[in-house]
C-alpha cells in the first residue's frame, strides 16, 4: 500500500528476485496445469463430437418444428431379454401406449400434463445401418485406472472428495512457491499483494457462469460439490489472505513509523482501503449461512464487491492493468453468452400438490439441450412480489427435446421465491378447486448449463440412476432420452435401473402416469423403477395400481445390492443386435442431497476389481443439491 510507483522501479525487497515476472511465470504454470487435464478429456470429446447431433445439442435453447412421421410399419414384437445361461420363454406382449383416458383415474387433461406422448416408433434399419447409429464409447480415466479413481472418490468429508483436496493442495504449494521465494510475507507485504493481484483473472473465470475451463475440462459451473467450485471459493480466500496480510504488513510498518495518517491520505492507498472493503465484504456474505438463507444478499454481494474491486485495484496500483483486463474481459463475456443464451417466452405452470412441486411447460422452447441439463429462468410476473420478478432460480430440465410439451420444469416447493410460485399456479391451474386450466406466465429462460459433460449415457451397457426427492427431474431427462435413442436404434443399453428415494409414498401418485408410459415405451431395453420411502403412511397405492416394472417399498434403498444385480443381469442379459455388442460399462447417475452422493460414491468404490473389469468398468456422474 506504499506509492505506486514501487512495483515499477523495484523488483523486490531483496532485489534479487522479479516479483512481477516470478507470479506471471505462476499464472502460466497454472495454465499448464489446467490444460494437462483438459488434454485428458480430449479423446472423450472427440468421441461425443464425432456426431453431428452432438454439435446442435447442450448449447443453445430454441424452437424447431416437429417433423411427425406415420411409420411405416408397426414395431417388432419382442420379449423382454433373458439370461443367456437359463433361457427362458415369454410371450411377446404388444407394446402399448398410454390411453387417453390416464392411468388410474386420472383424467384426460391431468395425464397430459405429467405423460410425454410423444410417438415413439423403432424406424426399420439393417445391422450396418444400427452399428452406425450406435455412439462411439471411451472410457474414463476413472474406469480405466479403477484403483486412482476410488481412491480419489473417496470422502474425507461430505461432499468433498480425497481428488478435490489433492487438487486444493497443488493449487496452496503453487502459491507457497511465490509468497515465500526469497522474501518473508511479515516483513515484505508488496510480494504477497502482487501474489493476491496475480490471482485475480482465475477466481473470476471460475466464478462465471459460461465458464472457459469448465468448458474445456468439461465441467459445469453449477455442482455446488464440484471441484472448480472449490477451487473457485478456495482461490478466492487466498487472494482476500493475501490481501489482507499485504494490507496489515504496510499498516503495522506506517504505525511503527508514526505515519499512518499520512501514507492513508494518498490517493491511491484510499484506493486500495476501497478495494480491500469490498473483497472483505463480499467475502463475509459468501459464507453457506447467507447461500442457504438468503441468496440473494450472497448474490448482490458478489456483484457489487466485483464490479467495485476491479477498478479499485487499477486506481491503487495501474502496473496491474493486465489481469484487471483479463478478469473485467472474462466477466464481460460470460454476460454476452448470457444474453445470448437468454429467451423469452410464454409457459405455463400447473400445481403437483403430491410432490409439492410446480410443473411449467414452454411447449415453444422445444430444442438445444442434453438430458441432465439445467436452466435458469426469471417468471415475469407482479404476483412474485416487488423483487421475486427479479430473481433467478435453477432448475433442472425434466424433459427431452423436440417433443410437443416443449422444455419442461418441476420447481421444488422449498422457499420463498418457489412458494409464490406454486400459490400463483394453485389460482388457475388444475389444484385449483374450480379444476381450472394452466395458468401462462411471461418466462425468461438461461441456458442451458451443466449437464453430464462428455459422457453419453447411452455408450453404457447399462445405466442406473439414484436420485433423491426433487432429484427424479434429472433422471426423467434421462430416462426419456435412453428410450427415445434405443427406439431409433442408437443405443447400447442393455438395461436400466431408476432408484427413487422419497419421503412420502404419495410423492408416487402424480409420476405414475409418467413412470407407466415410460415402461411402456421401453420395448426394447428392460426398464425397472424402484420407490423407497421413509415415513410411516395411513394409505399407500394398491399393488394392482403399479405397472410391471415398478415396485414401492419402504425403508432406505440398498444401493450395493442394486448395483450388483445390475452388473450381473449386464453381463448376461442381452436379445439381438445388443446381445453381439460388446460390454462398455455401467454409468451411475445420482441427484440429490450430499448425503446420497456419498454413499454412492462408496458403493461404487467398493466393488470388487474383477467385476468391474467384467463389466467394462463402473464410471459416476454425480449433481448434488447445496451449495
Not at 5 to 31: P, Q, R, Y
Not at 36 to 47: C, D, E, I, N, Q
Not at 148 to 165: E, H, I, K, P, T
Not at 312 to 318: E, I, K, L
Request: with cysteine; proline share 6%.
Amino acid at each position: 500500500m506504499s506509492d505506486p510507483t514501487t512495483l515499477e522501479t523495484s523488483s523486490d525487497s531483496s532485489g534479487s528476485v522479479n516479483a512481477l515476472g516470478l507470479v506471471f511465470h505462476v499464472d502460466i504454470f497454472l495454465l499448464a496445469v489446467a490444460a494437462v487435464f483438459a488434454l485428458a478429456t480430449l479423446p472423450r470429446a472427440f468421441a461425443r463430437l464425432s456426431r453431428s447431433m452432438e454439435w446442435r445439442r447442450g448449447h443453445i435453447l430454441r424452437s424447431t418444428r416437429l417433423d411427425y412421421r406415420r411409420p411405416r410399419r408397426s414395431p417388432p414384437l419382442r420379449s423382454p431379454p433373458t439370461p443367456a445361461k437359463e433361457p427362458t420363454t415369454i410371450p411377446p406382449e404388444e407394446p402399448q401406449v398410454a390411453s387417453s383416458s390416464g392411468h388410474d383415474g386420472i383424467t384426460s387433461e391431468e395425464s397430459h400434463t405429467y405423460v410425454s406422448h410423444t410417438n415413439l416408433i423403432r424406424r426399420p434399419s439393417t445391422g450396418k445401418a444400427t452399428a452406425k447409429l450406435l455412439p462411439p464409447h471411451v472410457r474414463a480415466w476413472s474406469a480405466i485406472l479403477p484403483p486412482v479413481g476410488n481412491l480419489l472418490r473417496y470422502r474425507l468429508d461430505s461432499g468433498f472428495s480425497l481428488g478435490q483436496a489433492l487438487v486444493l493442495g497443488l493449487y496452496s504449494a503453487i502459491l507457497v512457491y511465490p509468497v515465500f521465494l526469497k522474501s518473508d510475507p511479515f516483513t515484505d507485504p508488496l510480494r504477497t499483494g502482487i501474489v493476491a493481484m496475480s490471482q485475480i483473472p482465475l477466481v473470476y473465470i471460475l466464478g462465471t457462469k459460461n465458464n472457459l475451463l469448465g468448458m474445456f475440462l468439461a465441467m459445469g459451473y453449477e455442482k455446488a460439490r464440484n471441484i472448480l467450485n472449490y477451487v473457485h471459493r478456495y482461490a478466492g480466500m487466498m487472494l482476500i489472505l493475501l490481501s489482507n496480510v499485504h494490507a496489515v504488513g504496510y499498516i503495522y510498518e506506517w504505525v511503527f513509523e508514526g505515519k499512518l495518517s499520512v501514507y492513508l491520505n494518498e490517493p491511491s492507498n484510499k484506493w486500495a482501503l476501497v478495494a480491500l472493503v469490498a473483497i472483505d465484504t463480499l467475502y463475509l456474505f459468501s459464507n453457506s449461512f447467507w447461500r442457504r438463507k438468503a441468496y440473494n444478499v450472497f448474490f448482490g454481494s458478489h456483484i457489487i464487491g466485483f464490479i467495485i474491486f476491479l477498478p479499485a485495484v487499477y486506481a491503487h496500483q495501474p502496473v496491474v492493468l493486465h489481469y484487471i483486463l483479463v478478469a473485467a474481459g472474462v466477466y464481460g463475456l460470460d454476460h454476452i453468452l448470457r444474453l445470448l443464451k437468454t429467451r423469452l417466452f410464454h409457459g405455463r405452470i400447473r400445481p403437483i400438490p403430491g410432490l409439492s412441486m410446480t410443473r411449467i411447460e414452454i411447449p415453444e422452447l422445444n430444442s438445444g439441450w442434453r438430458a441432465g441439463q439445467h436452466v435458469r429462468i426469471r417468471v415475469l410476473s407482479s404476483a412474485m412480489g416487488w423483487i421475486g420478478w427479479a430473481e433467478v432460480h435453477p432448475f433442472t430440465i425434466a424433459s427431452v427435446a423436440k417433443t410437443p410439451e416443449g422444455l419442461v420444469l418441476m420447481c421444488k416447493n422449498t422457499g420463498g421465491w418457489t412458494k409464490k410460485l406454486y400459490e400463483m399456479a394453485k389460482v388457475a391451474g388444475y389444484g385449483s378447486e374450480d379444476g381450472g386450466m394452466a395458468r401462462s406466465v411471461l418466462i425468461m429462460v438461461e441456458g442451458p448449463y451443466g449437464g453430464p459433460g462428455h459422457s453419453v449415457f447411452a455408450s453404457y451397457s447399462a445405466a442406473v440412476f439414484v436420485v433423491g426427492g426433487s432429484g427424479i427431474t434429472f433422471a426423467l431427462s434421462a430416462l426419456q432420452d435412453l428410450v427415445r435413442v434405443d427406439v431409433d436404434g442408437a443405443s447400447r443399453v442393455k438395461l436400466i435401473e431408476l432408484v427413487w428415494s422419497v419421503q412420502d409414498p404419495s410423492s408416487l401418485t402424480p409420476l405414475l402416469p409418467q413412470f407407466t408410459t415410460l415402461l411402456q415405451q421401453s420395448v426394447y431395453t428392460p426398464l425397472h423403477i424402484s420407490v423407497h420411502y421413509t415415513r410411516a403412511a395411513d394409505t399407500l397405492p394398491s399393488k394392482a395400481s403399479l405397472p410391471p416394472g415398478l415396485t414401492l417399498t419402504a425403508g432406505r434403498p440398498r444401493i450395493g445390492k442394486v448395483l450388483d444385480a445390475v452388473i450381473q443381469r449386464t453381463m448376461s442379459y442381452g436379445s439381438g443386435v445388443k446381445a453381439a455388442m460388446n460390454i462398455t460399462g455401467v454409468i451411475v447417475g445420482v441427484c440429490g442431497p450430499v448425503g446420497l452422493g456419498d454413499e454412492v460414491a462408496q458403493v461404487v468404490s467398493s466393488v470388487d476389481a474383477s467385476r468391474r473389469w467384467a463389466v467394462g468398468g463402473i464410471e459416476m456422474h454425480e449433481e448434488t443439491f447445496g451449495w
